[in-house]
């Protein structure tokens, strides 16, 4: 089943194109890379597809239906930067992301957080960027969606906390469900990605098997990308 | 069990080989069940589906079995993880040879080096070293 269904999508700001006749579809089961230089459009491809945006030409679709109410309760986004609000506990985002989304597990949250050693009592505006991130994440990776948007979830924290990430992203797996993470730390995220989709000035250059460019190419996707995108 | 991957293979293949390789050292126990896919998958760092695909693999090189509810064990047939092991065994000989090619050390000398090495390890020329 196709969860992400996008059609000469097209985004500007302005004079400036950020999409140009994106084409892609992303299918159930499938942990997919967005993978792109700065300034690509990866982030508002992201946004289109959870509504936060509306393109200006073609098409978004998340499960059959343009984004807007019925595809909110079926996404989980994590956004660049966090964005919980600074004067709550991590017991009080628990229960902010419990009174939002139906799909949203209080037990997986509190066993992830407990996992990490965050105390439920300490206010994000207490907590290291680092922390912030993996508490975002952990909300994120909490419910029961069926497509999750992480944009760029692993920018910002150390080597371990990265493991941590990606580990909760692979015990999380569902094939039900399909995970985009954009990111330009390929070499990490590499193994835990089914397919890649390389996207360059708004257009999808490249969407295969992360193995089958390893076959062909005899190089990593990580190697591939310093080719392609050589400055 | 410890993974590690390398650029220039896909990763199912890379799974493939590891797999064996735990097969052979006893790391997997032969005859005994294996770990669920997911928690492979996280072990190794991998996806999942990528790690299913692996073990499809081992299960049609009869290294591996499915039993419908039980989940996947590793073969008991002694004939068959000897045959995966010499093959193991081949590769890595293989690129041994490779790589005394690329420096043109020839097959005597090779050899040579190889029994030296042999015997340092078992002790037979303690007194002879250097």
């Known amino acids: 089943?196709?969860?992400?269904?996008?059609?000469?999508?097209?985004?500007?700001?302005?004079?400036?194109?950020?999409?140009?006749?994106?084409?892609?579809?992303?299918?159930?089961?499938?942990?997919?890379?967005?993978?792109?230089?700065?300034?690509?459009?990866?982030?508002?491809?992201?946004?289109?597809?959870?509504?936060?945006?509306?393109?200006?030409?073609?098409?978004?679709?998340?499960?059959?239906?343009?984004?807007?109410?019925?595809?909110?309760?079926?996404?989980?986004?994590?956004?660049?930067?966090?964005?919980?609000?600074?004067?709550?506990?991590?017991?009080?985002?628990?229960?902010?992301?419990?009174?939002?989304?139906?799909?949203?597990?209080?037990?997986?949250?509190?066993?992830?957080?407990?996992?990490?050693?965050?105390?439920?009592?300490?206010?994000?505006?207490?907590?290291?960027?680092?922390?912030?991130?993996?508490?975002?994440?952990?909300?994120?990776?909490?419910?029961?969606?069926?497509?999750?948007?992480?944009?760029?979830?692993?920018?910002?924290?150390?080597?371990?906390?990265?493991?941590?990430?990606?580990?909760?992203?692979?015990?999380?797996?569902?094939?039900?469900?399909?995970?985009?993470?954009?990111?330009?730390?390929?070499?990490?995220?590499?193994?835990?990605?089914?397919?890649?989709?390389?996207?360059?000035?708004?257009?999808?250059?490249?969407?295969a098997p992360v193995d089958r460019i390893r076959e062909e190419q005899g190089m990593s996707v990580d190697a591939l990308f310093r080719e392609v995108f050589k400055c | 069990m410890k993974w590690s991957f390398s650029n220039d293979l896909p990763i199912y293949a890379q799974l493939i080989e590891q797999i064996k390789t735990g097969v052979a050292t006893g790391a997997f126990p032969r005859g005994e069940r294996l770990p669920s896919v997911r928690d492979l998958a996280m072990e190794a760092g991998v996806n999942p589906n990528t790690m299913q695909r692996a073990l499809a693999q081992l299960e049609s090189e009869g290294l591996v079995y499915s039993q419908r509810t039980a989940g996947r064990f590793v073969t008991g047939d002694e004939e068959r993880i000897g045959e995966m092991k010499r093959s193991l065994a081949h590769g890595h000989i293989r690129a041994f040879m490779a790589a005394m090619n690329s420096l043109s050390i020839d097959r005597e000398e090779a050899l040579a080096l190889l029994e030296a090495e042999y015997r340092k390890e078992t002790g037979e020329d303690e007194h002879s070293d250097m």
Request: with cysteine.
């Open chain 1, 1 to 207: 089943m196709n969860i992400l269904t996008c059609k000469d999508l097209t985004k500007k700001y302005g004079r400036k194109t950020a999409l140009d006749g994106a084409n892609l579809t992303i299918e159930s089961g499938h942990i997919v890379g967005l993978l792109g230089p700065n300034g690509s459009g990866k982030t508002t491809l992201i946004k289109l597809a959870n509504g936060l945006l509306t393109p200006d030409n073609g098409s978004v679709e998340v499960c059959g239906m343009r984004p807007g109410r019925e595809t909110h309760a079926l996404v989980s986004y994590l956004p660049e930067r966090a964005v919980l609000p600074l004067w709550m506990t991590a017991a009080q985002t628990v229960d902010f992301y419990a009174d939002f989304y139906t799909d949203f597990s209080r037990e997986a949250a509190q066993e992830m957080l407990a996992h990490l050693q965050i105390d439920p009592k300490q206010r994000i505006r207490q907590m290291s960027k680092g922390t912030r991130e993996k508490v975002q994440l952990i909300m994120v990776m909490s419910r029961r969606a069926k497509l999750y948007l992480l944009d760029e979830p692993i920018g910002g924290v150390d080597p371990a906390t990265r493991d941590y990430i990606l580990n909760t992203i692979i015990s999380h797996y569902n094939p039900e469900a399909a995970v985009l993470i954009s990111t330009h730390l390929i070499a990490d995220v590499e193994k835990i990605l089914d397919d890649v989709l390389l996207i360059r000035q708004g257009q999808v250059v490249m969407q």
